[in-house]
């Protein structure tokens, strides 16, 4: 191990209590995408304290940010996010058991996202004053990657421009940095107005904003039949009127469309869009459809995926305590064997029947997954687009977990979670000081990045003068 790991290591060890404060104290602030000011604040405020200049308010929102420290190249990023998700309100106990219910909670572990990249780039601070390495560190607060894909106004506005290379980590069931892509994604909203009237005395008046959502996800699920097999379409009805015996007047669905390419995921959109204007000529009400967000599919890099799983197998996967597993154990038996025999399979990890009847990850495999499309998705992906990126997950949840639901908002707050975060802060530090003092490595990436993309051009799929939906909760909510 260097002498310039060694003193980021030892930076974390000698702050673990504090790194942990700030990952707990986000896990307590559960705030939705957008309005998370309690987290932004605090994580902007540590890297102030640690002599980071900060940036706030970037891109036109309010919680995100850039932090920098350093001169001359290169210039490495590391990316956090700290958005909770609704409804998933949860105890740090093994059993469901909202703190308030219908409350938001951690249900990705972004609490541990963001603080990891904090802590890893403070620990890279003091690291490059105590042994002279040059270049820049710029840390990215990230809002609303749940919702509303908050990445994709910075990489529109350029906050990426001139970074050599970027790292971000997501807590997950496996140690990995894989190779997989992701889906592309459309997110939209279908708005429909029609004429309210009495609906027992008068219907025929009336012009059914909700019969045309209604018809319009009638004919999605039709359609589904002819898209091809790795698309995927989901939907809620947010607005549907107010009571029976008023026909509504308004109603509004809100719509995911993804699919591997962006062009593929443009032709279901369009697609879902001729539907949504026949559902209103059915019902003869008036549409108006409005795109909310639209990200790319990851490129993947095989030269930073090495370098993290090198990096992770020096430092060592966790060891628990007693009272660490008897908390596993408890949150597995929540978990159906058959959902996470059915969730290691998907991950087409090679060897992943040797996981099925172990509690927690504690291996660190080969990078997998070349040419392989996750079907989640990621605004990391248009960072992505932008300089070589990795995001890499840790060992944060019992094999098995299912994703955004109570066992992970559980785990994401205790010492699973804790031991997770350390862990990361030290593997995202080591792989930074890596790309600031191995130059051929930082090429390689480069050129990599260069031969995925090849002749493919990016273009951001929200417009110069769309604005972050700001006023999106009032309007989601209450209409």
Not at 1 to 9: G, P
Request: aromatic share 8%; net charge negative.
């Amino acid at each position: 191990m260097s002498s310039e790991k060694s003193s980021a290591f030892s930076w974390i060890e000698e702050n673990r209590k504090r790194i942990v404060t700030i990952s707990d104290k986000i896990w307590e602030f559960a705030e939705l995408g957008l309005i998370e000011f309690k987290s932004s604040d605090l994580l902007a405020g540590e890297l102030e304290r640690h002599g980071f200049t900060v940036e706030k308010g970037i891109a036109g929102m309010p919680t995100a940010f850039v932090a920098s420290w350093g001169e001359l190249k290169p210039v490495i990023g590391l990316m956090g996010e700290y958005d909770a998700l609704p409804g998933l309100s949860q105890k740090r106990v093994p059993h469901k058991e909202p703190v308030e219910l219908g409350r938001p909670g951690h249900g990705c572990g972004h609490n541990i996202h963001g603080t990891s990249g904090v802590a890893a780039a403070i620990a890279v601070k003091k690291t490059m004053a105590k042994h002279g390495l040059a270049g820049i560190i710029k840390f990215f607060g990230c809002p609303a990657e749940e919702n509303f894909s908050g990445k994709i106004f910075m990489v529109r506005d350029g906050y990426f421009s001139g970074v050599d290379a970027v790292i971000s980590h997501h807590p997950g069931t496996m140690n990995a940095a894989t190779l997989e892509s992701c889906l592309a994604l459309n997110s939209v909203k279908y708005h429909f107005h029609g004429k309210t009237a009495h609906a027992g005395g008068s219907p025929d008046q009336g012009r059914s904003a909700l019969d045309a959502v209604e018809l319009m996800n009638v004919g999605v699920n039709f359609l589904r039949e002819h898209i091809i097999q790795d698309a995927r379409i989901h939907y809620m009805i947010e607005r549907s009127g107010q009571q029976p015996n008023i026909v509504p007047d308004y109603a509004r669905s809100w719509y995911y469309i993804r699919a591997p390419e962006r062009g593929q995921v443009k032709f279901i959109y369009d697609w879902v869009l001729d539907i949504a204007a026949g559902a209103a000529k059915m019902t003869r009400t008036e549409l108006r459809h409005e795109l909310i967000s639209g990200i790319y599919n990851v490129i993947p890099n095989r030269a930073l995926a090495e370098t993290i799983i090198r990096n992770m197998r020096e430092i060592g996967t966790p060891q628990y305590t007693d009272k660490e597993i008897q908390f596993a154990e408890e949150i597995s038996k929540s978990i159906e064997p058959e959902m996470k025999r059915e969730q290691l399979r998907k991950s087409k990890r090679p060897g992943w029947e040797k996981l099925v009847d172990k509690l927690m990850d504690d291996e660190v495999p080969d990078p997998w997954g070349e040419g392989e499309v996750s079907h989640g998705s990621t605004d990391v992906a248009d960072v992505s687009w932008q300089t070589p990126t990795v995001e890499f997950n840790s060992a944060t949840w019992v094999l098995g977990t299912p994703g955004h639901s109570w066992q992970n908002v559980a785990q994401s707050g205790v010492g699973l979670g804790h031991k997770s975060l350390i862990f990361t802060a030290k593997v995202m530090a080591a792989t930074t000081i890596d790309l600031l003092t191995d130059e051929k490595l930082l090429e390689e990436a480069k050129k990599e990045h260069r031969q995925r993309i090849g002749d493919k051009t990016y273009e951001p799929c929200i417009s110069p003068d769309t604005k972050p939906p700001l006023d999106i909760w009032e309007k989601t909510y209450t209409g």
